[in-house]
């Protein structure tokens, strides 16, 4: 071997890079996010969650409402000048029967349904001439019914099957032998450390999909058949309301909806990063600083009362991208995880089945596995707040 001669004081500038030993703390620093909001939730809390024992993990409900009360006028609406009219622009002229006693909110008469033959024709209750309508409500106050009570025509609403697909989650940590054996400068590269590195990263993937997936299925193409579930982002369809700015009388009116079909009183609502920052500014933009100096100065809106419910206001990190914008009002109470029944490995809420090796391989490898989804029932119980 060659023999490389130094002269002068030995310094690190004449140290082989390879042979300095780093100054690291005996710890490895994971970079891990907020809490998985909505999974914790569901999965910690003592809320209620429900086995399925589908084989191909399908889950359905029934959902049914109240016959409606109201409907909305359309193109031309009410044209008027005459005691009756004919094919009444109208969303929904399903809705009504002959003998319907309605008013409309727009000029506040008293109509009732005549006709429901090629169209809804509407009578001015006392004679009189319509008055124009284009825009706003018609709402059912009662019915015409004779004094000799004859039976009106039954009509109903039909109930809607829902249904929902669990997904199988499945990640896996493998590990060399060498690998196991083998020291660092740093801890956290052991087997388990990664295991529970590999935990807090399926757990995002949890969150993501009960909050953002928009659909759900069943593919039975190939070898082995899968599925994929639909999360609050693909179930929310009746507040699902649209924003230009935050303001008190936009969030307001979101709210009213959200709480208008019952419930609880309360509702959670998750914002993304610009949403959770508008909401503090209109309280911060109600503060007037004295002459006083100011040594603390901002704002944090945990909860927003108003005369329909209170709301809990909370940040989600995961809501970043587009949904920096948006907000999901939750009522926990008209919400559930449903998860696979057991196997004979135990569990298919959420498992570790560790030593899944295959013979003759110097390697460990450690299986993460969940089969969970999401149940919405009432879905207009919760809302969406968006931009």
Known sequence: MAVNVIT????????????????????????????????QKLYFSER??????DATGLFSYFEDQLYPWQDTLTGAGIIGGAPTQANVGLSNPSYWQVGDFLIVEATEEMVQVSSITGGITFAKVDGTNLTAATTGYVKKCGSYVAEDNLPRVAVSTQEVQLQNYLQIHSETVSMTSREQGAKHFTNGRSLEDQIQKKVEEIKQEFERNL????????????????TWSKGFLGTIVTNKVLYTTVTEDALDAFLQGVFDTGGSDTRDLYCGSNLVTALNKILKDKYQLTAQPVTEYGVKLKRYLTPFGDVGIYWNPRMDGKFVNYGFAVDWENIKMRY?????KGSQKFRIEEHVETNGESVSSVKIY????IEIPNESKHGIFYK
């Open 8 to 39: 002068g004081a030995l310094a690190s500038n004449v140290v082989l890079s390879a042979n300095q030993m780093p100054d690291d703390d005996a710890l490895l620093y994971l970079l891990k996010p907020y809490q998985s909001q909505f999974f």
């Open 48 to 53: 209620p969650s429900e086995e399925v024992t």
């Open 211 to 226: 909050m953002f997936s928009t659909s759900n299925g069943r593919n039975t193409g190939g070898a082995s058949p899968y």
């Open 340 to 344: 696979m029944a057991n196997d004979d």
């Open 370 to 373: 969940a089969d969970l989804s």
